[in-house]
T-cell receptor
Framework: AQSVTQLGSHVSVSEGALVLLRCNYS??????LFWYVQYPNQGLQLLLK??????LVKGINGFEAEFKKSETSFHLTKPSAHMSDAAEYFC????????????FGTGTSLTVIP | NAGVMQNPRHLVRRRGQEARLRCSPM?????VYWYRQLPEEGLKFMVY????????ESGMPKERFSAEFPKEGPSILRIQQVVRGDSAAYFC????????????FGPGTRLTVL
């Protein structure tokens, strides 16, 4: 069975500082991993995904994530935070070969301090 | 290509009434998924449907909830005799057949039960 743990339900960073949002997963098969962003009262927007191939994945808005199988992690980073990055971020894992449902973490709320 | 459409965006019901939530998948997508997001929580899988078939309903409450995806028209999530605990955001996602794990999310329907 798949599951996702996001450490830190709230993260605050200064504008221009490094953003690091943590995600650890549990999966009985090679996982597919995703990061989504949710702005207030809106739906989920895909930031980036890992399916196969290169373990460092680049996404939109300057975000990237690295799949580390040995650590079962898929942490999201951005070198320099912008005020517009303030939102809720969700990590998700999927085993689409077993039915395609996504398992989401509980989310991390990112606050950017001016 | 229009994205996943959900309506209504906001729905208010009194306890005991019925709620019907609609989801129109992206053009060419024949797979639909429903997720529920309770306040301060991540998204939880409810049901996975293909045209005229329920593939996986392991996340659906056993009573009062039902879903369908008819040959023509949108997918419907139906909640009978709503209770306050049903208040949540309900998200629909769609994916094309057989092309991998990515799901595209709609903007959600926010249900409030008074």
């Amino acid at each position: 069975a798949q599951s996702v743990t996001q450490l830190g339900s709230h993260v605050s960073v200064s504008e221009g500082a490094l953003v690091l949002l943590r995600c650890n997963y549990s999966s009985s098969v090679p996982p597919y991993l995703f990061w989504y962003v949710q702005y207030p009262n809106q739906g989920l927007q895909l930031l980036l995904k890992y399916t196969t191939g290169a373990t460092l994945v680049k996404g939109i808005n300057g975000f990237e994530a690295e799949f580390k199988k040995s650590e079962t992690s898929f942490h999201l980073t951005k070198p320099s935070a912008h005020m517009s990055d303030a939102a809720e971020y969700f990590c998700a894992v999927s085993d689409w070969r077993a039915g395609n449902q996504f398992y989401f973490g509980t989310g991390t709320s990112l606050t950017v301090i001016p | 290509n229009a994205g996943v459409m959900q309506n209504p965006r906001h729905l208010v019901r009194r306890r005991g009434q019925e709620a019907r939530l609609r989801c129109s998948p992206m053009k060419g997508h024949s797979h639909v998924y429903w997720y529920r997001q309770l306040p301060e929580e991540g998204l939880k899988f409810m049901v996975y449907l293909q045209k005229e078939n329920i593939i996986d309903e392991s996340g659906m409450p056993k009573e009062r909830f039902s879903a369908e995806f008819p040959k023509e028209g949108p997918s419907i999530l139906r909640i009978q005799q709503v209770v306050r605990g049903d208040s949540a955001a309900y998200f629909c996602a769609s994916s094309p057949p057989g092309t991998g794990p990515e799901q595209f999310f709609g903007p959600g329907t926010r249900l409030t039960v008074l």
